[in-house]
């Protein structure tokens, strides 16, 4: 593997437009950024250095060249709780807490990707995805609800709900004037703008301005934010909480490494090129641990930055790098301008995240969707909402193979051929057919043809067991491919049951793979090996050769 490859295929050759990208991304980060950090609990300086670290590590070290990483709304939201549950257990620690749980969330993005496990989490199922990225977008609305109408915000979604009552009698007309102003400028900004002057800025300087109109009593603001690098943070272990930290840094780490590798997929399409799905996980791993040493939240390939990044002209992992040191940059020498920006500009900007976030596609197609579908979808939506997104993806990833198992075993069943020679049509008939007739219902014959799975066990059990005059049983497994133990287990089952009942059983066309699975079980021994031919052929000639086989006992 060359270094190109080995470092996302850093190259100097397209530096001019790599820093086009970056800058513009991180016009495009900048307010994104300080608003996560609001809406996190840790405050928005924590925002901009996720950014900073996220977006930094994981372009050189990741996978996907144009990816901008950085804090996302799925991310945030988890954190929000992570921070409050620290926090509320133990008020002194429980921020570096939740960092803690930041590291072990990128050292097990790491250790997925060393272990090669890209490939799987770009396998979960559309409706899942689609149900739990809706969900996040509905908590990060209704979240950011308390401080558009002018009330201090919730990481709690029942209790902003339980809030949302009070917040409604109480509104804070300024303020919800600014967050309107802001919801307004990223829907109406022209689109040919956006890639030199994004709506997410233009929001943030237009709701700033407009604030100092109003009275600095009335209009909630972000505050002081430290400037300069950020301080280390040594993680801190408690062992009353090492399980919820765990909990939490997994939860974060699969989150994470989908959202991550989403995102990627899009890069790829607008590239043309194909991203490293391990390498991409060990670039995020590397940029979410250094996020949780220096104070920063996690992060993870943000869908919007990168595509602006390459529009732009970006084309390597710099253009990445240089994005998160333009923040730094900004961040060292304009800090205490952000200071100003009022909390209802902020969750304008959120709400419009949220409300991105959210599979629209999908619920215009609603009526045009399988019922199961439909139901997986709100399923996890609704558990994402009200449970959580480790509950929400585990159900929704079990009740889809569940279905899709369903649907292979009916397809699967479909191909299956039991027959004695006289239900066969009469035109076109195949020799083996008009043999199986001459036998006078002697023989039955079980055809098999391509991957079976074990859900086709019961749908074949229940043919069985429908056919009782028959004094030999042949399985054809020409062309059939058993998938997995369960499979030869459920033959083996059938070839015992037919014995057990007396019958002579006669197999066809064993593949190697086959053979195999059925010697381990110990299937062929009992058998006899004389009762396995290669063709029909020559099982014919065996069973013409013995009348005994059609002749009843």
Do not use: C
Request: glycine share 12%; hydrophobic share 50%.
């Amino acid at each position: 593997m060359s270094s190109q490859s080995r470092f996302n295929q850093l190259s100097f050759r397209h530096i001019g437009t790599d820093f086009t990208g970056g800058l513009t991304a991180a016009v495009v980060a900048l307010p994104l950024a300080l608003a996560f950090g609001m809406a996190s609990g840790a405050g928005p300086v924590a925002g901009v250095y996720g950014a900073v670290l996220v977006g930094f590590f994981a372009a050189l070290f990741g996978g996907t060249p144009s990816q901008v990483s950085g804090p996302t709304g799925p991310m945030t939201v988890v954190m929000a709780g992570v921070f409050t549950s620290m926090q509320a257990k133990y008020p002194e620690t429980g921020l570096y807490l939740g960092f803690t749980a930041v590291i072990i969330a990128g050292l097990f993005q790491i250790a997925f990707g060393l272990l090669r496990l890209g490939k799987y989490f770009i396998l979960v199922p559309y409706p899942v995805i689609s149900g739990f990225m809706t969900g996040i977008g509905v908590i990060i609305i209704i979240l950011q609800l308390g401080p558009l109408l002018g009330h201090g915000g919730t990481p709690s979604l029942m209790a902003a709900l339980v809030s949302l009552p009070d917040w409604l009698l109480a509104i804070n007309w300024q303020e919800l004037a600014l967050g309107g102003l802001a919801l307004a400028v990223v829907y109406l900004w022209p689109a040919r703008w956006n890639v030199w002057l994004p709506r997410p800025l233009v929001a943030l300087l237009t709701g700033t301005l407009v604030a100092l109109w109003f009275p600095p009593e009335a209009i909630a603001i972000i505050g002081d934010i430290p400037t300069g690098f950020p301080p280390l943070h040594w993680p801190v272990i408690n062992l009353d909480v090492l399980g919820e930290l765990l909990y939490a840094g997994v939860l974060l780490a699969v989150l994470g490494s989908i959202d991550s590798l989403l995102t990627s997929l899009v890069a790829d399409s607008m590239t043309k090129q194909q991203h490293d799905s391990d390498r991409e996980l060990i670039g995020q791993g590397v940029g979410n641990t250094l996020a949780g040493f220096f104070g920063g939240l996690p992060g993870a390939g943000a869908t919007m930055r990168t595509v602006v990044n390459i529009r732009a002209g970006g084309k390597t992992g710099f253009s990445g790098a240089i994005h998160a040191l333009v923040l730094l940059v900004v961040m060292m020498g304009a800090g205490k301008y952000a200071a100003h920006v009022p909390l209802a500009v902020l969750a304008g900007i959120l709400i419009k995240v949220g409300l991105d976030i959210i599979d629209w596609p999908f619920f215009r197609r609603l009526g045009k969707l399988p019922m199961n579908t439909v139901a997986l979808m709100l399923l996890v939506l609704g558990l994402t909402v009200f449970v959580d997104l480790i509950t929400a993806v585990l159900v929704g990833v079990f009740l889809s193979n569940l279905i899709t198992v369903e649907r292979l075993t009916s397809i699967q069943l479909d191909s299956v051929h039991l027959t004695d020679g006289t239900n066969a049509s009469e035109q076109g008939r195949p020799t083996e057919e008009l043999w199986l007739e001459s036998q006078q219902g002697a023989l039955l014959m079980l055809r098999l043809k391509g991957p079976l799975s074990f859900g086709v066990g019961r749908g074949l059990r229940r043919r069985l067991s429908s056919q009782m005059s028959h004094q030999t049983m042949i399985f054809d497994l020409t062309g059939a491919l058993l998938v997995g133990t369960s499979t030869a287990m459920i033959l083996d089952e059938l070839i015992q049951t037919e014995m057990a009942n007396g019958r002579d059983v006669l197999v066809v066309g064993l593949s190697e793979k086959t053979e195999q699975s059925l010697a381990r079980l110990g299937t062929l021994d009992t058998l006899g090996r004389d009762r396995i031919f290669p063709s029909f052929e020559d099982m014919m000639s065996y069973v013409d050769s013995r009348p005994g086989l059609t002749a009843g006992r």
